[in-house]
């Protein structure tokens, strides 16, 4: 698998969406005396990069983008981020190579799910001879580990709920929907759509103090690469907010797969976890890909 190594003094371009993950990702690859040059999707900030080389970017803003790297002698790019929104048809700004694939462009982007709009993305980069490398190649370090990560431990009930929404999460991921689901008595209660993960707990919390689900049953949470994915882009990420969110909506705990998940602020996400009595568990590759029934 490509990727940087400590040696390589080689800059990389990271496209920097919303949340921390950008952030992280940045300072592995300085750590590893690697370059980083930010580019910051407009509207989706958050982070503080006077310390780093950076130039804010339209989301469909692509030809200055190309422009940039290209002037920087930048060939390797890393997504990095989520995105909320889509750009405007006006807002596209597409390089001479790519003009004449604008009617399938603008198709993708207006009915496409977040995993063919990210493969769009890594082919017009890759159609400018760039490569794209996983933030995970960068930052290795966030990747979810197998196994029980803080202090609380599974019931047998916990793990008829991980089965459940596990399949379910597969199979919106083949839709390419979203990337999470809930589970609650073994009883899928929620599905992630395009508003996210913290949106989707936010219903489970109103269904509970509604009277729509147990309040007795915690439920959990599960979140797996969608089946086709590419794994140099948007992998699953839970932090110290979802956690959060997962505790005030009453569950018991999160799985993620491991080695195909992130894990941002690790030790502050387990400390919390611990605190809400919310167990974090890294699923073995082969639990977390069983067929569905």
């Not at 990389?12 to 952030?23: E, K, M």
């Not at 809930?182 to 395009?194: H, I, Y």
Request: charged share 25%; glycine share 12%.
């Amino acid at each position: 698998m490509s990727g940087i190594s400590a040696r390589d003094a080689e800059p990389v371009a990271i496209i920097a969406g919303n949340g921390r993950l950008p952030l992280y990702v940045a300072e592995a690859a300085r750590e590893a005396g690697t370059p980083a040059f930010i580019v910051q999707l407009r509207g989706e900030g958050g982070n503080d990069w006077s310390d780093f080389e950076h130039m804010d970017a339209d989301l469909g803003g692509f030809r200055p983008v190309v422009a940039a790297l290209q002037k920087r002698g930048i060939r390797r790019v890393v997504l990095s981020g989520g995105v909320r929104s889509r750009p405007e048809l006006t807002s596209l700004r597409p390089t001479a190579r790519v003009i004449w694939s604008l009617p399938a462009i603008l198709k993708k982007l207006r009915s496409g799910g977040d995993d063919k709009v990210l493969r769009m993305v890594i082919d017009l980069f890759e159609r400018h001879g760039f490569e794209i490398i996983a933030a995970q190649n960068i930052a290795g370090d966030l990747l979810a580990t197998a196994g029980t990560l803080g202090a609380v431990a599974l019931d047998r009930e916990a793990r008829a709920d991980i089965d459940a929404a596990a399949r379910a999460a597969r199979v919106i991921g083949s839709m390419d929907i979203g990337q999470g689901a809930v589970s609650l008595g073994g009883r899928v209660v929620a599905l992630e759509g395009a508003e996210g993960t913290d949106q989707m707990l936010e219903r489970v919390r109103a269904m509970r103090e509604a009277g729509r689900i147990s309040q007795k049953r915690r439920g959990v949470l599960v979140k797996l690469c969608k089946p086709q994915q590419d794994l140099r882009a948007d992998l699953p990420s839970i932090g110290p907010e979802t956690v959060r969110a997962a505790a005030a909506a009453g569950l018991g705990g999160i799985a993620v797969e491991a080695g195909r998940a992130l894990v941002l602020d690790r030790a502050e996400a387990i400390a919390e976890a611990d605190r809400a009595g919310l167990f974090l568990l890294g699923l073995e590759p082969d639990t977390a890909m069983k067929p569905v029934l």
